[in-house]
Each structure stands twice: as structure tokens, then as C-alpha cells.
């Protein structure tokens, strides 16, 4: 079959190559950064990557079809961008969707009823091996413990906000933070 013709749906595949050695960089305060040298295609290369943790993220969601966004601030980028809530998947063995739904209360205080896995993806496969998993929430009802919230989440504003508008700004480019974008995108597409 000549190159570039169909061959069925493609698929990323996952193809493990032999680890010669691998080695803690750096240690950072939220992520480490890993050196590894492995073979593939006959020779040795090394790279270095973000080691995360992972993480959750969760797109809630009201009968009107309105997305809960926070805007909080993000040093990397000094901004204060529009997001969905997410968090570390940093307690070990936690299982994803109940991390989800902690960093709904957390962030939020929110609960929801009905959960429904939206999406997994890594959010920079050339230089970190994050693998977000994002939720859909509905069912959603306030908590009955207020949280507090210190540092860069002492100021987060929350707002309610229709999906079609979060899906003009994502592509008129007003909206940049991926995961947002990500996961309004597949609702959209999914409803």
C-alpha cells in the first residue's frame, strides 16, 4: 500500500524502547527533571524530560450548558488565564476521578452527581510525560465544607460561562490555556 493511503483510524502507539540508563536531573519542588539514555533505531540517545506526577482536570457543567472557568494566575506564562479546575495527581495511589472530584471542591466547592471520563491526553510529549485526565461533571451542588485557598488561588474568580463562547475563544485565540481548550472542544464535539 503506497505511503499516505488509509489503512483504518490511526492510533498513537505505544512502543517502549529499551531504558540503558535513566537518572533524577533535577529535583524540583512540584516535578522532577529525568535524564534517560535508551536505544532506538539502532542507537543510543539521551533526553531530558519533565517527570509529572500527572494530573486531573474537570469540566463542570450546568443544565444550561454553562462551563464552570477560573481565572487564576500562572507564573510561567504571567498570566491570568481563563481554566477549568484541575490539580496534581499527587497523593499516591489516588485513584483519578476521586482527585477530580477533591480538586472540585477544593478549588471551587463544588460537588457533582454524575462524572463522566472526557478526555486523556499529554499535555507536551516532547519534553514532559503529563498525562491529564479530564472530566465531565454534572449533578453539581455546593459543598457543605468552604475551603480555603492561599497563594495563587486566594484570587481566583469563578464564573459560569455558555460553551459556545468558550469554543469562539479557544479559536479566536483568546483562550490559550490547553486544557480548557481540550476539553471544551470535545464536549462540544460529543453533544
Known sequence: MPDGEARGPIRDERTPPRIVSSELAFAG????????????????????????????AVLAMDDEGRVLVIQQYRHPIQSRDWELPAGLRDIAHEDPLVAAQRELAEEVDLVASDWTELIDFYTSPGGSN???????????????????????????????????????????????????????????ARR
Open 130 to 188: 503529563e498525562l491529564i485526565k479530564v472530566y465531565l461533571a454534572r449533578g453539581l451542588s455546593a459543598t457543605e465544607q468552604v475551603y480555603e485557598r492561599s497563594e495563587e488561588e486566594a484570587d481566583i474568580e469563578v464564573r459560569w460561562v455558555p460553551l459556545d463562547e468558550i469554543v469562539d475563544g479557544v479559536i479566536e485565540g483568546r483562550l490559550q490555556n490547553s486544557i480548557l481548550a481540550i476539553a471544551a472542544l470535545t464536549a462540544h
Open 29 to 56: 519542588r512540584v516535578w522532577d527533571i529525568r535524564r534517560d539514555v535508551f536505544e532506538y533505531n539502532g542507537e543510543q540517545i539521551a533526553r531530558d524530560y519533565v517527570d509529572h506526577s500527572g494530573a486531573v
